[in-house]
């Protein structure tokens, strides 16, 4: 078997650059590759987040909980993230992590950390059903350039602007192209892989973002470790569209069946 390759050679790795620039504060850049219709895909904007966090030195724990608001859109100037340790305490931390372009805020996340002990473990969310990734056909690439940067064997779920359907829940195979092994800020990436729901209940490609955005990361990083760059299998659905605004609810599986990660959307859409 072939090495693969080592973890700076991941393009995920090369698209969230962080150089630091004083106590809590680093540069970065847009990265193109993740670029959707007019601006960076959102799972890429909630990663670089979280990673600033993680790269704080004093930080303890692992990712539990991260709530992010995207306000404003981004443009291809330089960037600059400003951290901030709210309350650090024994079992658990609250962090906030501000993304600045031009001067101005244009996202903000809270980020919550844990420390992860044995206690009781238990399922109650019902892995689907799914055939395995590799008996399924490969999907014609369409759409935006981020889409290019995964690979996705849909299960289930109607395509995208086919027309009013009577559910939007869709499930998918899902992992980056280059089989990047998976962790927190790339987990928190996938957590945004869907495709907005309003694509499923109108024919026509309405103007559509991403207001707020949790990932709750039940994960633990042993976890994390054994899925490697395997696919991970993702359900989601919308629960109502009304007034310019909807909603959506998604969950990331392993092969073997764990929850890894679930997460809740507010989006815009016109």
């Known amino acids: 078997m072939q090495p693969g390759p080592t973890p700076a050679a991941y393009a995920f790795d090369d698209a969230l650059p962080l150089a630091a620039d004083g ?8 990265d193109k590759r ?43 100037t330089p960037l600059a993230l400003e951290t901030r340790a709210v309350r650090q305490g024994r079992s658990m931390e609250f962090w906030t992590s501000e993304l600045i372009q031009n001067g101005e805020p244009t996202a903000m996340a809270m980020v919550t950390l844990g420390q992860r002990r044995e206690t009781l473990s238990a399922h109650e969310a019902v892995f689907p059903q799914a055939p395995a990734p590799e008996g399924l056909p490969k999907p014609e690439r369409r759409g935006l350039s981020f889409g290019a940067m995964f690979e996705s064997r849909p299960v289930r779920g109607t395509p995208p602007f086919q027309g009013e359907s009577e559910s939007t829940n869709t499930l998918s195979w899902i992992r980056d192209a280059e089989a990047r092994p998976l962790d927190y800020p790339l987990l928190a990436a996938l957590a945004d892989a869907f495709a907005p729901r309003i694509f499923y209940r109108s024919p026509e490609r309405r103007p559509v973002s991403t207001v707020s955005m949790s990932v709750y990361f039940h994960a633990t990083p042993a976890e994390l470790e054994q899925v490697a760059g395997d696919w991970v299998l993702a359900e989601a659905q919308a629960r109502r569209f009304e007034s310019g605004f909807f909603d959506q609810h998604g969950a990331l599986w392993s092969r073997e ?3 890894l990660a679930t997460t809740e959307q507010l989006c815009w859409f016109k």
């Open 34 to 76: 993740y670029w959707n219709a007019i601006g960076p895909w959102g799972g890429w904007t909630v990663g670089l987040l979280l990673k600033a966090v993680l790269a704080e030195h004093d930080h303890a724990g692992t990712p539990v909980a991260m709530t992010a608001n995207l306000m404003g859109g981004l443009d291809e």
């Open 23 to 30: 106590r809590r504060r680093w540069l970065s850049r847009v």
């Open 257 to 259: 069946g764990t929850l």
